[in-house]
């Protein structure tokens, strides 16, 4: 999960362990208007406070300009249908002040069961248990190896990007593993090193919210896009599932697109590697082949997840019960299935995760299995910190009818500009873009947008599953050129012992193809997908809302 709380540790990191000297200080490469766009960036990255220092601030703001719409009585009429939940009798949707007694006293009786009730997190500690057990047996480590390192080689480009798409269902795995080996296996196929850094941050990062796989980001967003939904819909949800199809299918095209540029842009572009550009001692590191014993651990971990597969389908077969089917309409939507897919997930990882430790040695008993999520719990302290104040902010949010009023005016506003049809979503994907150059947490970024477009696009006509999985595009492509990305320095490490002295400009003028033709390709899916084929963007999940 990328978050702006996670801090990499560039000193704890084999590989980089030669690197934290002042060649990768970030250094700009003097002149031309891009660099001084980026460095403008930077700076003005560096002025936000820290994500929880910026949610404290806003709730606070919320709080004093509560007050002030309140005093002036500031209301908007309602849109939705009459008998609608939450509707009051007058028709009118009003400010409501928490600079107040009533107001302090809500704020003061809320704060606990604003961080106990907040969707996300439930969900995100549960499917990390999970994932921790798989991530610290080696099994996820190990695959990735295994996927790279056996692949043919006219494909280690796809399957770079390919790998880095997929290591993004553990946090750091794909920018602490996999980018510095796949500079190495490049190197040691006598192309450039950089290449292949590139080609993998542009899967890890840049295709960071596709996957094969539901990983512990969907349910954090979910949960986002569903306290934001419920100011127009109290009884809307939006489940994990709610883009696994479209971005299933973003995975090939990302990886495609990656190996693409990668090798008809990025490659020519840098030309033949100069060794004498790069640390004196390179030679020495040597990538690691599976064992016969970790090649044993990943077959019976395939094993085991097939089994888990198998058990899991038999709840949804009529024929053998359908336990899991909805009650009433014998379907999937809103079936216990889909509502209790996070548990899916922490199963998922967690049983395939003890068996590869227990066949390769590191997990022996039911001990090692909790020490394992106690670890994977232990790095979320900044996490759970973070989800305090954002929890407040939100619900703050809620209370003023804020976020209503905002999605209100803003619905009227693209209406009467003529955007309240698809090309909407042009300009929505390229301002979460643009966001994310300087707020790169992406549960940051959601849980202050969501709670403003998720309702204002939603009064247009638009189903929140749609907006989360366009906002999800947006929150990726720019990944790749923002210093202000948690692991951007980590990566700047990484290609430093490739090229000494290389600076920000130098690495960002390297992904900022990506970056663009991400964009391009990923929003035209997005328009195909959604408004062309009328393809559902996850199980059930509406294109439109209708209230």
Not at 175 to 191: E, N, T
Not at 222 to 239: F, N, R, S
Request: hydrophobic share 50%; glycine share 10%.
């Amino acid at each position: 999960m990328r978050d702006s709380s996670k801090r990499q540790n560039l000193r704890g990191h084999p590989l980089l362990a030669e690197n934290t000297n002042s060649s990768v200080n970030k250094e700009q490469i003097r002149g031309g208007w891009f660099n001084r766009f980026l460095s403008t960036v930077e700076w003005l990255g560096n002025l936000l406070p820290h994500p929880i220092t910026l949610f404290a601030c806003f709730s606070l703001f919320i709080i004093l300009l509560s007050g002030i719409l309140g005093y002036f009585e500031v209301s908007v009429p309602d849109p939705r249908p009459l008998d609608a939940a939450g509707r009051d009798p007058d028709g009118m949707i009003e400010v409501i002040s928490l600079f107040s007694a009533e107001g302090l006293q809500r704020i003061v009786g809320g704060l606990v069961t604003n961080f106990t009730g907040f969707a996300p997190l439930g969900t995100v500690l549960v499917a990390l248990l999970g994932v921790a057990v798989a991530e610290h047996s080696g099994l996820l480590s190990a695959a990735m190896r295994g996927l790279v390192l056996k692949a043919p080689a006219r494909l280690v480009t796809f399957t770079l990007v390919f790998a880095g798409i997929l290591s993004n269902t553990a946090a750091e795995l794909g920018y602490v593993v996999l980018i510095p080996m796949a500079a190495m296996i490049f190197h040691s196929l006598g192309r450039h090193p950089l290449a292949g850094l590139a080609a993998a941050f542009a899967g890890v990062s840049g295709g960071y919210s596709a996957n094969l796989f539901l990983g512990t980001i969907d349910p954090l967003l979910a949960g986002l896009t569903t306290e934001a939904a419920k100011m127009i819909d109290p009884e809307y949800a939006v489940g994990p599932e709610a883009n696994y199809f479209f971005m299933f299918v973003s995975v090939f095209l990302i990886a495609i697109l990656g190996a693409v540029i990668t090798e008809k842009i990025v490659e020519p572009r840098l030309g033949k590697f100069d060794p004498s550009q790069a640390e004196s001692n390179l030679e020495k590191t040597q990538m690691q082949a599976l064992t016969s014993t970790e090649r044993r651990g990943l077959r019976n971990a395939g094993l085991a997840l097939l089994a888990v597969g198998l058990v899991l389908c038999i709840t949804i077969i009529p024929q053998f019960g359908g336990v899991l089917l909805h009650p009433e309409t014998g379907g999937l939507k809103g079936s216990p299935f889909l509502k209790g897919i996070v548990a899916f997930i922490f199963v998922s990882f967690a049983i395939p995760g003890f068996v590869y430790g227990k066949t390769v040695g590191c997990m022996k008993n039911d001990k090692d299995v909790i020490n394992a999520m106690s670890q994977g719990m232990s790095t979320l302290g900044m996490y759970i910190v973070l989800v305090f104040f954002a929890s407040q902010f939100v619900a703050f949010f809620n209370w003023t009818n804020l976020g209503t009023v905002l999605a209100v005016k803003g619905a009227a506003l693209l209406t009467a500009l003529g955007l309240d049809g698809p090309e909407v979503f042009v300009f929505f994907i390229l301002m979460c873009a643009m966001v994310n150059l300087s707020l790169g947490s992406s549960s940051a970024q959601w849980a202050v947008t969501a709670p403003i477009f998720v309702p204002m696009l939603m009064l247009v006509g638009f189903a929140p599953e749609v907006i989360q999985a366009a906002y999800r595009i947006g929150d990726s492509v720019t990944n790749l050129i923002t210093p202000m990305m948690s692991y951007f320095g980590l990566i700047l490490a990484v290609a430093s012992r490739y090229q000494k002295n290389l600076g920000i400009g130098t690495l960002v003028a390297t992904m900022l193809p990506y970056s663009m033709i991400f964009f391009v390709g990923w929003t035209l899916l997005f328009y195909l997908w959604v408004f062309v084929l009328g393809m559902p963007v996850g199980p059930g999940a509406p294109t439109y809302y209708t209230p």
